[in-house]
Structures are given as structure tokens and as C-alpha cells.
């Protein structure tokens, strides 16, 4: 179920190699509420600084993104290009340019063509309609092999709001930066800032804790729109109904990271993490960001192979106090490490390690916070993809 | 030259698969002062554990080293065995045993294998002979393609002083845990607060700056003992010839820490980057390390792309502070970046990446500090040699 007043459009416009899509548009109707996560990285792409700027206002009704080029290393002439996206469309669409979004994924460092962007704006608002939702998560793709798309129903009182998300993933462009781009609408009426808050809860659980590669974009951007079409009482953090959002908001997203890392980049396994008996969760998260970042690790579980003395090194190097002899490692419900040694039931290990997903815990005995970190394996073919040449 | 009073010796103790030397002795004929670095890991394999104690003295005479088994995540057991090493050692050669130190690499998490050391240490002690260094640099290989040696002479008034270095590199055993061991030996007098600072100096910007595939090790373990039978008189930080020392120590140290990244599992490539104009050395080393880590940059260079968007992201999320519009980037000498922007000088980068050696120069314009750090491709047979089952 489409959020009310939500209109998508697609458009070839020639910045990928001729016969995809690669420009869309996603318009709200009326103004919507707008809250957003980016990139952290110091380097960040010029549609990312320019939102960042926008989205203190809290106020959108338009997002136009592309695929094929970053816009990301291209100096002053990206932040001007940037700009003119958000008022070709704000002019097309007759609102305030203040209230476009602009986000970009693909190659870094080359000027984006807005000679070609340009001429297709008006086929790109000629084109909304409430069908193409998808379109739209076909034309962010790069190298993810699936569209992703999560559509959740939130109860509230005697009606029935949506939240819908999508989302490219980890894949590289050309083959260039992986870019995490997601957009999330909702028909249903919130407080700007119980949004921003609760969407920023949601990430740091979510996409904050998946990893492929360990390196991280210029571009990553989450923006969520609700417009309140529903015409839902607007939800606070202390309305009844205020639970039933975030927990839509909050599977949305989650659903959407695991399907990120079902399709990271050359991966055969889906592998869960989770790090318990920390003394606090923020260790609890780097204990187990650093066994999911370990290349040894990642290799070890492409093999099948129990190997958990990489787990073992991955803990100790990740900066987290704790005690080797206290460590229980588990592969599924196989326990191989008790207290800091091994079980030797490697051969157990071995048949847990052969399935599609992989549940690792990590119980530290140190306290009781815990964290869980979703990963893919490392194999050949991330190799092959990212060291192809840019064609 | 082999350094004055310093023997050696290798045997095959089945600890590895038959057919090949697993054991080796290093045995000065006087005391000897001796310095050391260990890994930083919070897990710490038992030997490494006993030798960070014993170093306390500053005082040694032998080192045995095993390979196929790292002893490491093996508990109370595993302390056991390695003090039972040193003892050994020290009754065969009747020295104390504090004089002995222990060194292993290999399988993690399994019991050393005692009774199959025991019965090979008269055989040990028997064999030791001045002729067998590179013996030594053999025994301790395990996925290495070749076995590291490096000498150096200094001139000390009329007399000439040598410094031997060989180490092990990361490669994985069984496949295991990469493990970095280093053994130095010099026939020098040098006082030992200054061979221990000399060598804290020297690690921290060699040993300290390379990276194969991020992953640090549990058995890490550099270390330099010197036993004055070149019968000079005992150097400081006063003495004329300090700097000779200290150059020769520091090019001991460097040439094989060049070896080991010119020998990383599946490597193609040898790296050097180069991160100038910092803030200050820490900040051009956290950078030039966030660079060197990057899977997507390792994968760029393999597959010849001179990607260097991968190369500003990785700068981006280094935690460095750095403008993007002013760094420069260079592949060898073309200039790929200028403040941020690209030259477009692609096609002369490509000629650069074809080469085996590879620098790769950055310059932030922030400051006048710089640091090197070496690194190496990311290739497929990374991936096959540490996914390979455990054999």
C-alpha cells in the first residue's frame, strides 16, 4: 500500500550507459515533515551538504536522485550543479526550491552532465504517478541485483498508515564507491522532530550496524518524508500511537539493512553478530564491528571453516576491555569457545558454518548490554568486481 | 657477517606436517641485553605473555621459537607449556631460565603439542652451530614464499659490528592467524635502555606502518638482543657511534618489514603510501593507514584503476580533519588530484599502476608532518588462501 499523495517518476537521461533509468523524482503532494541521517565521512558529495543545509527546516515535498554519478569531489561546480537540480525540479513542479531534495550515487570525481540532466526534467514531472514506486528502486540500483523495497502498515485508531522504504545498496558503481541511498515515505502525520528522533534511534541500530567492506561513502543519505495525508492526529513521542510508528519505522529500516547485506557485493552468506555481556552497548557495537570487518574472519566463514581463533584476535585488537578466559563463542547454537577455550566441537561447528546464514554470539561475561552487527562473507568475487576496470 | 657469539639451530619436532623444521634455537654463548615489542592485541597468545615479563631484566641468552602452533587461546595449560619451553632450554644449556625466551606461530586455540617438544631438545641444543641463521628464518615461515634475512655492519672506531635480522611475515598458517615475528641479533655492546628506545623508535615507523589485510595478531613479537662480543665499548645515546647503530638497527628493521608486505598473502602489488602536509605524524599516519586498509583501494590497485575517489574516501572517514578542496593526490609522479578536483590525467596514472611498486602520494596542505606506510594489493588469492579449510 502506497502512502497517500506520494508520486514517483523515472527517466533515462544518459548518465549511465544508454537503455537504464537513471534519474527519478519522489513528490509529495502536500509539504511533508523531513528528517535525515548522512554520511559521517569528512569527505562528503555536494547533494549531501547542500540537504544537510535544507533539512534543518524539517520541511520537504520533493526528492530527485541519480544514478550514474556521485557528484561527490567536484568542487564548486558540483555544489552549483547540485543547486540547479533542486530548482529545475522546484520550477517544473511550481514550489519552493527550499523544499527539493537532491541525492547522487555512481562515479566520484567527474563533473555530473547536467547538459543531458537538464532537457529531461519536464518528462521527469510530466511522468508522476502512484505506480512506480519500484521504478524508482530499479533506477537507484548500481551493482545491487535485486530492488529493495519494504512497505509496512501502522494502526492508528480506525485507520491504516503506511510506511514504505527503499533503498540501494553496498554495490560500487563503474566500479566505484559503494553509496547506501534510502528513501522512506509515509502517509502518516508526525512531529518533525519525535521523526528526526526516532528515525536517528532507528539507524544507529540498523544501518549504522551493517557492514560489507568497511568502507564507507561520500554519499550515504536516509531521508524520511511523512506527509500526514492520512489525516491522523499529528503522533508525538507521547501519543498512543506514537509506538506503533516507530516500530514500523524501525522494521522498515531494519528489513531494508538486512537486505543491503543479503546483497553486499560478491557475498554467499549472511552473517549475524551479536556481541553480549558487554559492559555497555557501544561496546558491545565495536566488539562487534571488528569481528565483522575482519578480513580474516570474513574469508574464514567463505570457507566454511570454524575459525575462531580470527573471532578471538578480532575481539582482542578492537580496543574493548575484557578477559580472553571469559569468552564463550558460539556458531549457531554450537558453543566452540568456552571461557577462552576451545570445545573442539568443530565438526558441529562445520555443519552450522555450511548454511546461508550464519548467527554468531559473542558472550563476554563482562555486563549486560549487547549489540548485533549484520555482515557478508568476503569471497572472489567482491575481488572481481571492485578491481575490474572503470568501463 | 654473522654478529660474534651467536649460534643457531633447527629440528623437526612433528608439531608441522612431516617433512618440514618446526623448531628452532638462538643461542648467544655470553649474556646478552635484549629489547622487545610486542602486539598491542588484549588477547595475547601464553608466550608473548611470559616474555613480557622477562624482558623486565633486560637480560637474555636463548630464544626458542616453534612454529605450527601459536599456543595462543589455550589457557593455564598453555602458560604451563610455554614457561616448561623455557625451562627445557635452560637445563639443556644450563643457564637460568629467565634468560630464555619463547616465541610461537601457528594454529590458535589448539594445545602445543609438549610431548613431541620434549624429546627434540638435546637434539636442539646439540646441533647448534654459527652456519645455520637462514635454518632459523625458514623454520619460522609459514605461508611466506621466502625466508627473510638482513644484515648490516657498523663501523665502531676500528671495529666492525653486525646486525642480523630475519622475521616471519603475515601469511596465515593452516591458514591460520597472520603472525609478524621478528628476531635480531647484534655482537654490539649497547646499553639496554638505549637498545630498547632504539627500538621502540624504529618498530613504531616500520614494523608499526605496514598492513597486509588489518587483521593483528595474538603472537606479535619483535626482538633484538645484542651481546657486546664485539668488544667495543658499551654505547649510549652519547656515544659517537649511537647513530651508526641506530641507522643500521632502523634499515634491519625497515628492509624486512619491506619484505613482508612485498611477500603478503596473494599480493600482486607493493604500496607505498605516503601521506605529507599533515597536522601532525599522527595524523599522517592514521590517514595513510585508513588508506592502506581500504579493501576498495587494495582492489583498485590490483585491477590497475587509478580509482582515487576510493582514496578520498578513505581519507574522509580517517577521523583526520582535513579540507577536501585542498588535498593533492599523485600515483607515483602524475598528479591524479589538484585541491580536490581531478586532472584528468588518468591515462598516465594507468602506466604508473602497471608497475609492481607502486607510491602513492598524498598531500593534505594542513601542516608539515608526514608519514609512510606500506601495504599491498587485494587479489583472489588472498581470498583462497584464507579460506581454504583448516587442514
Redesign the interface.
Known sequence: MIPKGFLFSTVEAAIKKPGRKDLALIYSQVEANIAGTFT?????AAPVKLDIKKIKSGRAQAIIVNSGN?N????KKGMEDAIEMTKLVADGLKIKSSLVYVCSTG????PIPMERIRPKISELIGNLSMSTVEDVASVIMTTDTFPKIVQKNVKIGSKTGSVVGICKGAG?ICP???TMLCFIISDIAIHQKTLSKTLNIAVKKTFNRITV??????NDTVLVMANGMLGNRQITEESKSYTAFKNALYEVILDLSRLIVKDGEGATKFIEIEVKGARNEADAEKAALSVA????VK??M????A????I???????G???K??KIDIYFGKVRI?NR???TGRDREADVVLKRRDIKITIDLHRGKSSANVLTCD???D???A?????T
Chains 1, 2 share one sequence.
Open positions: 559521517t565521512n569528512n569527505v562528503k556521485a561527490a569531489c567536484t568542487g562515479v566520484i570525481g567527474a560500487m566505484h564507491m559503494a567492506d568497511g568502507d564507507m561513502s561520500t570487518n575482519s578480513n580474516l574469508t574464514a567463505y570457507g566454511n571453516d575459525n575462531w581463533g580470527r578471538m584476535a578480532a575481539l582482542g585488537y578492537s574493548v576491555e575484557m580472553e578466559e569457545v577462552g577455550i576451545s568476503l569471497t572472489e567482491y575481488i572481481r571492485n578491481a575490474a576496470y572503470r
